[in-house]
Each structure stands twice: as structure tokens, then as C-alpha cells.
């Protein structure tokens, strides 16, 4: 069997990890998977660790300093730095997977230049499409690259819609858990800390995306993601809470049937999805006891509690920068709230307040969307972000 030649990006998170983890199954499981190219931020011990295990041929790090302290102890290594790294290291030749794990804004440039060169992108940076959606679709378009989402909501919706046309999809139904806070008394969310909301029920990951589930600000990124993944308008996307998370999302067809993927909620399950697709092979994962779960339970999802989901959801129909905009203030606002200076609740507020702001900076978007301006606002919105006054 030929290897597959893998890179990962954001190798030190919780996705990167997770995806290292599946690769040595699959490798323990006779399914040969090359670690080509790895790049970190600034965790740099674990990095080394990775790369004594997994021996790739090029890394790429967040900063100068630490490519030069790599380099000089890896002597064969290629070790690269900053977004020009990143950018190399998904051009770097006979690559048949990229991994894009990065957090934030700053994955969209990398997803948009694997599928520039037509390479298949597995894609946990949800960001990516959050901010780069109309980018990342007319790539995708004139490059004929691939997709194959990571989330476990829309590694759900890929696999749902095996079941029929795209024009037979009568709406996306995406389940969300309700977080930490699903049925605390609103008027104790004002008070919660930043440890309290960083303890997600059903799924242990990144702290950002950890805070931005229990916001809910998470399911909105994720409906905007399923609109461009899927090219389904948003009206025919529906969010719901599922406090299970047994049924990771839905696809009803125009006949009435809903096609549901349930799995263990561990991300490694979408991971070996992405990595082996479109074959599926056996694994010693966690399996979903369904005699365990049940009963499976189904609400709502009440605005009152989760006012952010309605602001970011406005920002993706309203479209053009206003996603990036709001995607920049949420990660300047979650850091704020880690850091014990806003309080839970002034996350969905600022973000309102950066969205109105957007609004009334009153800039004509005519033309087509590029990429320097989605970074323009990017800034803008995180300058903001750090000196809104809640
Ligand atoms: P994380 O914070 O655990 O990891 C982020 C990775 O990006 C780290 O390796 C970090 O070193 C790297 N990174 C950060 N800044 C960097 C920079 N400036 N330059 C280079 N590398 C940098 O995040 P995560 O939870 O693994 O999430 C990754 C993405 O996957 C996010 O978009 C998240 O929304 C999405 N996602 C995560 C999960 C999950 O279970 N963790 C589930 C669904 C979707
Ligand atoms: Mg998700």
C-alpha cells in the first residue's frame, strides 16, 4: 500500500494531538501514514517530542527564535517560522493531506493556498470558513480542491449527505450540547468564572472553542461553516440542542427522512474519517453505546440564554467582513474573560457592540471580497475588542 504524506498543522493543540494519535493507529493497524510536516505556535517542548516521534522533513513554528533553537538541534530538519512558514509548508511537494488544526484567523491563509494547489484540506479551523467563506469557495472552484471538514458537526453533515442529491435537502439540522450553562438560572451567568465555562460537558478541547460552546457563539460559526461547506442557504439551517451530543448533526431530505451520523464524542472518530476517506477502516476507538445514552433529548436552542448565537448568526448572513469582524472581538473577548477581566455575559455584548460599530463604520464593500481586507478588519475588530469598555 502506498503511504499517504500527511502535514498538521497546529501539531501542539487539542486537534493536533488528536490527529498524531490517529496516525499511530492507523500505522499500528498496517495503514501506512507519513508525518511529512509539522508546525506549532510556541509550544515548543511538545513540538520536539513530535518531531523525535514522527520525524518529519520540515516544521514550521510561530517564532524566529525558536526556528533557529530547532534548527541547531535538528540538524536535517527544514524548519520554517511565522505565516510565511505556514504557507511553505502546505506547498512543500508530494503532500496528499493537509490538517489544518491552527485556532483562529490565522488559518484561513494556509487553507486558501492548499486549495490553490488543488490539495485535499481535512479541516478542523472552522475560522477558515467562518471569516473565508466566499474566498474559500470560489478556490475551491477554480482549483478543484477538497474539503473534508474535521468538526464533528460537519463530518456528520459529509457523511449524512452520502444519503441523497443536493437538491433533495430540505435543511441541515445542526445539534448543539448547550454547554456548562445549558440550565443554570440566567441570572447566574453574569457570575460564572472562566473555570466553570470551561467545563464542557461531553467534549474536552481547545479553551477557545471550550468558551465559545458555552456562548453558543461556537454554533453560529458552525451554521456560517455549514452554509459555504455545503452551499445551503441559511434559512434551511437550523441549530437544536441536543444535550447528549450522541447525534453530532442532521440531514432531512425533502421526503421526510433525517439521516443522523452518531459516533462516541471523541474527535478522533472525524479525524480517521478526514485521514482514510473514502475508505473506512476498523479502530479500537471508543464506541457509542446506545443502550447508555439513551433516552436522547431535543430543545430549542433558547435566545435568552444565548443572545451571542443570534449576533454572529446576523454576521454571517449579513456576509463580507462582518464575520471576520465578529470572529476577531470573540477571540480578543474570550481571552479577556480567561483573564478575569469581563465577566461571561459582556462577551455577547461586546461582541453586539463591535458588530454595530462594524456597521457604522459604513464602508462600501463593492467588488469582490479579498483576502487583505478580511485582514484589515481582522485588526480593526481586535483593536477594538481590547479597548471596549464593558
Ligand atoms: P488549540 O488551541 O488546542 O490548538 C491550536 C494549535 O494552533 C496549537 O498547535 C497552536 O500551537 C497553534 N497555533 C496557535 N497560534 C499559532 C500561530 N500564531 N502560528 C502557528 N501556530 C499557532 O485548538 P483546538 O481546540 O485544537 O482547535 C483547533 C481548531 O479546531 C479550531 O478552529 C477549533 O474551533 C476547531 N475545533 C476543535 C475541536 C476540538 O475538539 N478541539 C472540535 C471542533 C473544532
Ligand atoms: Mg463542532
Known amino acids: 500500500m502506498q503511504a499517504k504524506h500527511i502535514v498538521i498543522l497546529g501539531s501542539t493543540g487539542s486537534i493536533g494531538t488528536q490527529a498524531l494519535d490517529v496516525v499511530e493507529r492507523l500505522n ?21 517530542r513530535q518531531i523525535e516521534r514522527f520525524a518529519p522533513l520540515v516544521v514550521s513554528v510561530a517564532r524566529e527564535e525558536d526556528a533557529l533553537a530547532l534548527s541547531e538541534r535538528f540538524a536535517d530538519l527544514i524548519v520554517l517560522f511565522g505565516s510565511d512558514g505556514l504557507e511553505r509548508l502546505v506547498c512543500f511537494p508530494d503532500v496528499d493531506l493537509v490538517v489544518n488544526a491552527l485556532v483562529g484567523a490565522i488559518g484561513l491563509s494556509p487553507t486558501l493556498t492548499t486549495l490553490s494547489k488543488g490539495r485535499t484540506l481535512a479541516l478542523a479551523n472552522k475560522e477558515s470558513i467562518v471569516i473565508g467563506g466566499e474566498l474559500v469557495t470560489k478556490v475551491l472552484r477554480e482549483n478543484g480542491g477538497t474539503i473534508l471538514p474535521i468538526d464533528s458537526e460537519h463530518n456528520a453533515i459529509f457523511q449524512s449527505l452520502l444519503a441523497g442529491k443536493h437538491s433533495e435537502i430540505e435543511r441541515i439540522i445542526i445539534t448543539a450540547s448547550g454547554g456548562p450553562f445549558l440550565n443554570i438560572p440566567l441570572e447566574e451567568l453574569a457570575q460564572v468564572s472562566a473555570q466553570d465555562a470551561l467545563h464542557h460537558p461531553n467534549w474536552s478541547m481547545g479553551s477557545r472553542v471550550t468558551i465559545d460552546s458555552a456562548t453558543m457563539v461556537n454554533k453560529a460559526f458552525e451554521v456560517i461553516e455549514a452554509h459555504y461547506l455545503f452551499d445551503v442557504p441559511y434559512e434551511r439551517i437550523e441549530p437544536i440542542v441536543h444535550p447528549q451530543s450522541a447525534i453530532h448533526s442532521l440531514v432531512e431530505y425533502r421526503d421526510g427522512s433525517i439521516i443522523a451520523e452518531l459516533a462516541a464524542s471523541d474527535m478522533r472518530i472525524p479525524i480517521q474519517y478526514a485521514l482514510v476517506y473514502p475508505d473506512r477502516v476498523a479502530t479500537d476507538l471508543p464506541r457509542l453505546s446506545l443502550e447508555k445514552i439513551s433516552p436522547l433529548s431535543f430543545a430549542p436552542l433558547e435566545m435568552a440564554r444565548y443572545p451571542a448565537f443570534a449576533t454572529v448568526h446576523a454576521a454571517g448572513v449579513r456576509g463580507g467582513t462582518a464575520p471576520a469582524a465578529v470572529n476577531a472581538a470573540d477571540e480578543v473577548l474570550v481571552k479577556r474573560f480567561l483573564g478575569g477581566e469581563i465577566g461571561f455575559t459582556k462577551i455577547a455584548q461586546g461582541l453586539q457592540r463591535i458588530l454595530d460599530r462594524w456597521k457604522a463604520r459604513d464602508v462600501v464593500e463593492d467588488g469582490d471580497l479579498s483576502l487583505a481586507r478580511i485582514l484589515d478588519v481582522d485588526r480593526w475588530a481586535r483593536k477594538q475588542a481590547a479597548t471596549l469598555n464593558l
Open 28 to 48: 499500528r493497524a498496517g495503514h501506512a501514514m507519513t508525518i511529512v510536516g509539522l508546525s506549532a505556535g510556541r509550544n515548543i517542548g511538545l513540538l520536539t
